[in-house]
């Protein structure tokens, strides 16, 4: 059992070496990296789609998928440099294969890069990819129950982005007991409702990121 914790602590500190190198690298050229969390569904992919329309800085993604390049074939639709992970079978993205992907990506000029994790609310959260910050990204369909299930992701966000509440009047959410529960766990993180296929909340999200790339730029 102790080997165990041992080789696990040996991995999580050699990825966090790598987390390190990505955070000075893109501190030195000023691209401010968010690394969007949430599960399979939440529409991570969809609110990329239209971010990606409205801000008006430049961008970059790196999607993360278990398998399959669909998610990022929306993304290139948007004109948008992309490039894609397939973790083949691994619940969430490590410092090492992002450091590797940054070298396809033209992050000199950069302005902002997403990282769409892969679909899991537990471990993409406890695993630092050096980007500056979190975001918690869930849905309408999944209940308003998932901070209190999944605290350490909405703990550690900078923003929690409640999708697709154009669906509200149809399936019923309480949004008191959600939005209740997050300021309990972070009473500092940006809260957003968004409906990103009707456009609502996307220039509350984008300000969010405009803001978040000055306060980079002022250090």
């Given at each position: 059992?102790?080997?165990?914790?041992?080789?696990?602590?040996?991995?999580?500190?050699?990825?966090?070496?790598?987390?390190?190198?990505?955070?000075?690298?893109?501190?030195?050229?000023?691209?401010?990296?968010?690394?969007?969390?949430?599960?399979?569904?939440?529409?991570?992919?969809?609110?990329?789609?239209?971010?990606?329309?409205?801000?008006?800085?430049?961008c970059a993604v790196v999607e993360g998928?278990?398998?399959?390049?669909?998610?990022?074939?929306?993304?290139?639709?948007?004109?948008?440099?992309?490039?894609?992970?397939?973790?083949?079978g691994g619940c969430h993205l490590e410092?090492?294969?992002?450091?590797?992907?940054?070298?396809?990506?033209?992050?000199?000029?950069?302005?902002?890069?997403?990282?769409?994790?892969?679909?899991?609310?537990?471990?993409?959260?406890?695993?630092?990819?050096?980007?500056?910050?979190?975001?918690?990204?869930?849905?309408?369909?999944?209940?308003?129950?998932?901070?209190?299930?999944?605290?350490?992701?909405?703990?550690?966000?900078?923003?929690?982005?409640?999708?697709?509440?154009?669906?509200?009047?149809?399936?019923?959410?309480?949004?008191?007991?959600?939005?209740?529960?997050?300021?309990?766990?972070?009473?500092?993180?940006?809260?957003?409702?968004?409906?990103?296929?009707?456009?609502?909340?996307?220039?509350?999200?984008?300000?969010?990121?405009?803001?978040?790339?000055?306060?980079?730029?002022?250090?």
């Amino acid at each position: 059992m102790t080997r165990k914790i041992n080789i696990k602590r040996s991995v999580l500190a050699a990825d966090e070496e790598f987390a390190s190198k990505i955070r000075e690298r893109l501190r030195k050229e000023g691209t401010l990296m968010v690394n969007l969390i949430g599960s399979p569904g939440a529409g991570k992919t969809t609110l990329l789609e239209a971010t990606l329309g409205e801000i008006p800085f430049s961008c970059a993604v790196v999607e993360g998928d278990v398998a399959t390049s669909r998610d990022a074939e929306r993304i290139s639709k948007t004109g948008t440099p992309v490039v894609q992970i397939n973790t083949q079978g691994g619940c969430h993205l490590e410092a090492h294969l992002l450091w590797k992907a940054l070298d396809e990506i033209p992050t000199s000029g950069l302005d902002v890069l997403f990282v769409e994790n892969v679909g899991n609310l537990v471990c993409p959260a406890e695993f630092d990819l050096g980007e500056d910050y979190k975001v918690a990204v869930c849905s309408v369909p999944e209940g308003p129950d998932k901070p209190l299930k999944y605290p350490h992701l909405f703990h550690e966000a900078g923003a929690v982005l409640l999708t697709k509440v154009d669906l509200i009047p149809y399936i019923g959410f309480d949004g008191d007991l959600f939005w209740g529960d997050v300021k309990k766990l972070n009473p500092l993180a940006s809260c957003i409702e968004v409906a990103s296929l009707t456009g609502k909340g996307i220039d509350a999200w984008t300000d969010v990121l405009g803001r978040w790339l000055m306060e980079k730029r002022r250090w």
